[in-house]
């Protein structure tokens, strides 16, 4: 019998090659109809036999695109037509509200690479892309996702490249950044003297300025980046000056597979991310020591692939194997996207501009992920994984969730998915602040989203909190590590009751007091804090965040009073008297020193007593260092205090023995870690015990600390319990804002 269907399809279905698998399946099977995109959703319109339609409808779920997923299918009825002969794609339509997925840029794919080697008009064609690999979410201005709505509008297709475009065998087949060399945007190449415009001679004269030693800015997917031979000291002496970046270590870019194994060491999970289509950073244990002054002598480095066909193409032409690979910045401000604003910032301090002509619409970094052999960890989540929803069973629409301060992203709710920004970066700077607004307002006109409810952090000063408070809706603050915790619990959906270990940097209690080792019990919006390592004062407050030797001097000072200046620790020595005097001034009467139990705090007091780090160069350097020098033949640990407030005192002692017993700094760091580790351990086997519950969230920065994340989470999944970690979301305050809008969806489900 015959039948005819109109089918909504929702899910990642643009962008993905979607379309064109619908037209290719009805065409096969002689099915009449037609498929258009819509705001909302993909339609399709088919008619035929029964048996065939079935066939049709299952083959749509399961035999998708490999980028797309298929959320749901409205199938209704409609009355059969004998004018339907042919099947056809549509143009697409407008639809008020609705939205539908938008994909993440995908790495070039391999017949891509081929096709630039093969096809004549696609010669060395350095912006190649097809159904399954290209820009997509870094050009989009506008849904639906069409040529005319991406930055792709400029250029004209050639009649190659329309040919593809029409053809439904062809892989191009409504591949919206289709281009060539005759008709897609071109490559330039700007140095002091002058400009080239033809792509062999870029390539060329690109490859020999890097093999030179020399530095330069080349543009990449999602914005700029700053380039040099990594094993070329000068070189990358050169390029800390001009960014600033003194000694933070260094992503790199390395040609291939076989280049990056004689390097870092790479397991299966960590080969297949880095040949994913997100292409992100892999953060790799290193086999040997690498130049200081790329990875600041730690024991990791990160680590990407070639993702565009231009680097694929660079690579051909270079003599250099391993590039520093940085985003194309000037400190911590926002990378640059602006082909004018990348010219003036980098002319004069680089040897050459490089880039082409497409605009970028939505500016990405690149991706920073770290598989800890049981767990992967997202860091930084922004191209290649921005703008995927996370799925949550929950009405989510109209929640705006504005995230915290460090490693910025916001949320905004669609119906039942949280759709997280992309990294926008720390909110130190009036540049950052500003990309935030902008990405907002984007976001804002791309997913067709007012906010009715906003959530926020319940620190007041953030610029987060103030754009939240700023926008006259109702307001929901939700305390740091509830939010952390939260994010965990609607990534893998549950309600709860979930026991939960937040180790982190800092967030406000509710208490005042700067917390960040909290040990919660969660249940849908609610939350107890069960227990949490002892608060300790830090001298100048959040401030003194860069200063781990304040941490240190706040943590004796707690323990040891007036007798601090007296411990045998030569780290005190090297403080001068005079500094010295004024912060046990503050200590003594209280100034301006609030007191804190943030877990990264524990670590930088650590460092700072060791000796090893007593200012920070970068963010998060104090336990970095202290992570690197752990050796796992080192099974000791000091003692702590068993109490829901877990006192360090013992291991204190025992650690500033160590340090005057001059035992070997990488002896105590293994030492420090195994304590923090056995103490998270003794408390939350406490828990388990006393509320029967087998379920442990292990979320917050800390815990992107490897040696921390295995040691606890690996004896819980001993113990039989479901560990959860984030790994859509990042681990770190960039993952914040899921939780925050999380927990607003709820306590507004509650209040209905
Ligand atoms: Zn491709
Ligand atoms: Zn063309
Ligand atoms: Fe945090």
């Known amino acids: 019998m015959n039948r005819a269907y109109i089918i909504k399809v929702t899910g990642l279905v643009q962008g993905v090659g979607f379309r064109p698998f619908v037209s290719r399946l009805a065409s096969q099977w002689q099915l009449p109809g037609w498929v258009k995109n819509a705001s909302d959703a993909v339609y399709i319109c088919i008619q035929g036999p029964d048996t ?27 009355p059969t037509r004998n004018d339907r002969e042919a099947f056809s794609i549509e143009k697409s339509e407008e639809v008020a509200t609705g939205i539908t997925e938008i994909s993440p840029d995908l790495a070039v794919c391999d017949e891509c690479l081929k096709d630039i080697q093969n096809q004549a008009f696609r010669y060395h064609y350095p912006l190649v892309n097809c159904t399954h690999c290209g820009p997509r979410f870094s050009i989009i201005e506008k849904l639906p996702y069409d040529r005319i709505n991406t930055s792709m509008h400029e250029f004209a297709m050639c009649e190659d490249c329309y040919d593809e475009y029409y053809d439904e065998n062809n892989r191009r087949f409504h591949a919206q950044p289709v281009a060539c060399n005759t008709c897609g945007p071109q490559l330039f190449l700007h140095t002091e003297n002058g400009s080239i415009y033809d792509n062999e001679s870029i390539l060329d004269t690109l490859a020999r300025i890097i093999d030179d030693g020399r530095v330069a800015a080349l543009k990449g997917t999602g914005g700029y980046a700053l380039v040099c031979d990594a094993w070329n000291r000068n070189a990358v002496d050169h390029l800390r000056k001009l960014k600033k970046r003194w000694s933070k270590p260094f992503a790199l870019m390395v040609s291939d597979f076989e280049e990056a194994k004689k390097y870092f060491h790479i397991s299966p999970e960590e080969a297949s991310l880095l040949a994913s289509s997100a292409r992100p950073i892999a953060l790799l244990r290193t086999k040997s020591v690498i130049p200081e002054n790329l990875n600041a002598g730690l024991h990791t480095a990160g680590v990407m692939l070639p993702s565009m066909p231009l680097h694929y193409l660079l690579f051909e032409k270079l003599q250099s194997k391993v590039l520093v690979y940085t985003s194309g910045n000037i400190s911590n401000e926002p990378i640059i996207t602006d082909d004018g604003i990348a010219c003036d910032a980098f002319i004069q301090k680089t040897q050459a501009v490089a880039g082409f002509n497409r605009r970028i619409i939505n500016r990405c970094d690149d991706s920073v992920i770290q598989n800890t052999g049981n767990w992967t960890v997202m860091m930084r989540r922004s191209k290649g994984y921005a703008p995927a929803p996370v799925s949550c069973q929950i009405e989510l629409e109209g929640i705006l969730a504005t995230g915290a301060y460090l490693n910025a992203a916001f949320c905004i709710g669609k119906k039942n998915h949280a759709i997280m920004s992309q990294y926008i970066g720390d909110l130190d700077n009036a540049d950052t602040c500003l990309f935030y607004n902008e990405a907002l307002e984007r976001f804002k006109n791309l997913y067709r989203f007012t906010p009715e409810m906003v959530a926020c952090d319940l620190h007041p000063a953030y610029h987060t909190s103030l754009l939240a408070a700023s926008l006259g809706i109702p307001l929901i603050k939700v305390q740091h590590h509830h939010a952390h915790m939260a994010a965990v619990m609607a990534e893998y959906q549950t309600d709860g009751p979930v026991l939960g270990i937040v180790l982190d940097g800092t967030g406000l209690g509710t208490d005042q007091v700067l917390w960040g080792s909290e040990f919660l ?83 930088d007091a650590a460092a700072a007593l060791m000796g090893i780090c007593s200012t920070h160069n ?59 580790i056995a103490a998270c351990l003794y408390q939350i086997r406490t828990q388990i015990k006393q509320y029967g519950i ?21 004896a819980l999944l001993k113990d039989a319990c479901k560990v959860y970690v984030p790994s859509k979301v990042p681990i770190n305050d960039g993952g914040i804002a899921l939780g925050q809008l999380y927990i607003a969806a709820k306590k507004r489900a509650l209040c209905v």
């Open 521 to 603: 019990l969660a249940e849908h919006d609610q939350y107890q804090r069960l227990a949490h390592f002892e608060a300790f004062p830090l001298p100048g407050g959040e401030k003194a965040i860069e200063n781990p030797e304040r941490a240190a001097l706040g943590l004796l000072w707690h323990y040891f009073g007036t007798k601090t200046d007296a411990l045998p620790i030569p780290f005190l020595k090297k403080i001068p008297d005079s500094e010295k005097k004024i912060l046990y001034n503050m200590l003594a009467k209280g100034i301006n020193c609030p007191n804190t139990c943030g877990m990264g705090r524990y670590f």
């Open 694 to 714: 087998k379920k442990v969230a292990l979320t917050g920065g800390c815990f992107q600390n490897a040696r921390l994340l295995q040691g606890i989470g690996k």
């Open 618 to 676: 970068f963010q998060a350097e104090a336990p970095m260092r202290l992570e690197s020098m752990v050796r796992d033949e080192v099974k000791e640990a000091y003692d702590f205090g068993t109490g829901n407030i877990i006192s360090l005192r013992p291991a204190l002692e025992q650690m500033i023995s160590d340090i005057e017993k001059s035992v070997c700094l990488s002896v105590i760091a293994s030492k420090f870690h195994n304590t923090i």
């Open 52 to 78: 065939r339609l079935r066939k049709f409808i299952k083959t749509l779920i399961t035999k998708a695109p490999v980028h797309a997923h298929v959320d749901s299918l409205e199938i209704s009825i409609i």
